[in-house]
């Protein structure tokens, strides 16, 4: 109903002048290591970076 527009029409507001909306892209995962060796940091590396990155 009109309840529900209202509220989308909010939404879209906000998003649209959310600096977030506007931000380019940001590459996530950045690492320069491949295969082996990007596992072995993984293992090896600080506990919580692995459940950020799989």
Same mark, same amino acid.
């Given at each position: 109903? @009109? @309840?529900?527009?209202?509220?989308?029409? @909010? =939404?879209?507001?906000?998003? %649209?002048?959310? *600096?977030? %909306?506007? $931000?380019?892209?940001? !590459? %996530?995962?950045?690492?320069?290591? *491949?295969?082996?060796?990007?596992? $072995?940091?993984? =293992?090896?590396?600080? !506990? $919580?970076?692995? %459940?950020?990155? =799989?």
């Amino acid at each position: 109903g @009109a @309840a529900e527009f209202a509220c989308f029409v @909010a =939404l879209v507001g906000v998003l %649209y002048a959310s *600096t977030a %909306y506007w $931000d380019p892209i940001r !590459p %996530y995962h950045t690492s320069k290591l *491949t295969g082996k060796e990007w596992v $072995d940091e993984l =293992l090896e590396g600080h !506990p $919580d970076h692995i %459940y950020t990155e =799989l």
